[in-house]
């Protein structure tokens, strides 16, 4: 089984930061990818950032500059740091590790943004 659980929502204000953590347990190895997706209300599931087992990693156009994801491998758990938060940056944000066998999910934590 794998266990992920994510940690660090919560309120903030427009211009404020936050970091994110995902803690990852179980067969959790070997990956193929990490990564962060979010949800908004009435919108689509979308991809945040990602970071494969080599390290390299991509985000969505409207976090480039402002986000960054990050690994320790030695704690297996997962980051985001969100910094410049916009109030559009509010939703659920899920944890997804991609392993060659399946995909999991965490269960979110929600970060909302005050403007």
């Known amino acids: 089984q794998v266990h992920l659980e994510e940690s660090g929502g919560g309120l903030v204000q427009a211009g404020g930061s936050l970091r994110l953590s995902c803690a990852a347990s179980?067969?959790?190895?070997?990956?193929?990818?990490m990564g962060w997706y979010r949800q908004a209300p009435g919108k689509q599931r979308e991809l945040v950032a990602s970071?494969?087992?080599?390290?390299?990693?991509s985000y969505a156009d409207s976090v480039k500059g402002r986000f960054t994801i990050s690994r320790d491998n030695a704690k297996n758990t997962l980051y985001l740091q969100m910094n410049s938060l916009k109030p559009e940056d509010t939703a659920v944000y899920y944890c997804n590790v991609d392993l060659f066998r399946g995909t999991y999910w965490g269960q979110g934590t929600q970060v909302t943004v005050s403007s």
């Open positions: 970071i494969t087992s080599g390290g390299t990693t």
């Open positions: 179980g067969r959790i190895f070997p990956i193929k990818t």
